[in-house]
Nanobody
Framework: QVQLVESGGGLVQAGGSLRLSCAAS????????MGWFRQAPGKEREFVAS????????YYADSVKARFTISGDNAKNTVYLQMNTLKPEDSAVYYC????????????WGQGTQVTVSS
């Protein structure tokens, strides 16, 4: 069974940094797209960043470009999100996401980790 477990969230001052981790288990994930989404209270879940594990291509939402970096360690089946220059509007529950890189594949979600950025 595929399982995703996020960690690394917390409270940080504006301008600070956090690194989120997503530990994946239940598959090799070699053909997966891994990503991060976030959801703030009263808002829809939005895309943050993604990584095609097999080829290393990365993609970012405009709101986090040049501030966030997604990376992966295939030996550890772990995906990271390095978040720098955090802003209060980055506050949200951050969710790890995984799916096979084929049309119609299943989607998997972690439980989420809270990130709160104070001003």
């Amino acid at each position: 069974q595929v399982q995703l477990v996020e960690s690394g969230g917390g409270l940080v001052q504006a301008g600070g940094s956090l690194r989120l981790s997503c530990a994946a288990s239940g598959d090799s994930f070699t053909s997966y797209t891994m990503g991060w989404f976030r959801q703030a209270p009263g808002k829809e879940r939005e895309f943050v960043a993604s990584l095609r594990w097999g080829v290393g291509g990365t993609y970012y939402a405009d709101s986090v470009k040049a501030r966030f970096t997604i990376s992966g360690d295939n030996a550890k089946n772990t995906v990271y999100l390095q978040m720098n220059t955090l802003k209060p509007e980055d506050s949200a529950v951050y969710y790890c996401h995984a799916r096979q890189s084929v049309l119609g594949s299943s989607n998997y979600w972690g439980q989420g980790t809270q990130v709160t950025v104070s001003s």
